[in-house]
Nanobody
Framework: VQLQASGGGLVQPGGSLRLSCAAS????????MGWYRQAPGEQRELVAV???????TYVDSVKGRFTISRDNAKKMVNLQMSSLKPEDTAVYYC???????????????WGQGTQVTVSS
C-alpha cells in the first residue's frame, strides 16, 4: 500500500496549484485523507483533511483559499490551492488512514513530499 503525490512546483504569489495524491496497492478501505506541510525549520502541520463521508477541515490560514476533495473510486485526494502566499511555501505531504484487509486495524500512510514554492 502506498501513496503517490504530484503537482508541486514554483508559482508566483496570487497564483494557483493543484496537488494530487493517489493510493495504490491492496487496499480494503480508506478512512480520512489529508494534506500536511512542513516549512524549513518548522513542525509539520495539518493543512486540510477530508473524512470518508466528505466532511472537511482546514487550518485557519488556508480557509477560503484551499479546497480539498477526494475521489473514492480512484482512491485519490486533491488539494486545489489558490491565492497562494509566500508563507505557503513548504513540502506538502499527503496522508491516508487505510487498511489492507478487514483483519488489520487502520494505519497511517504517508506519501512522499512534493515541494511548493511561492515566490516572485
Amino acid at each position: 500500500v502506498q501513496l503517490q503525490a504530484s503537482g508541486g512546483g514554483l508559482v508566483q504569489p496570487g497564483g494557483s496549484l493543484r496537488l494530487s495524491c493517489a493510493a495504490s496497492g491492496s487496499i480494503f478501505s480508506i478512512n480520512t485523507m489529508g494534506w500536511y506541510r512542513q516549512a524549513p525549520g518548522e513542525q509539520r502541520e495539518l493543512v486540510a483533511v477530508v473524512g470518508s463521508g466528505g466532511i472537511t477541515t482546514y487550518v485557519d490560514s488556508v480557509k477560503g483559499r484551499f479546497t480539498i476533495s477526494r475521489d473514492n473510486a480512484k482512491k485519490m485526494v486533491n488539494l486545489q490551492m489558490s491565492s497562494l502566499k509566500p508563507e505557503d511555501t513548504a513540502v506538502y505531504y499527503c496522508k491516508a488512514q487505510m487498511r489492507s484487509s478487514w483483519r488489520v486495524p487502520l494505519s497511517d500512510y504517508w506519501g512522499q513530499g512534493t515541494q511548493v514554492t511561492v515566490s516572485s
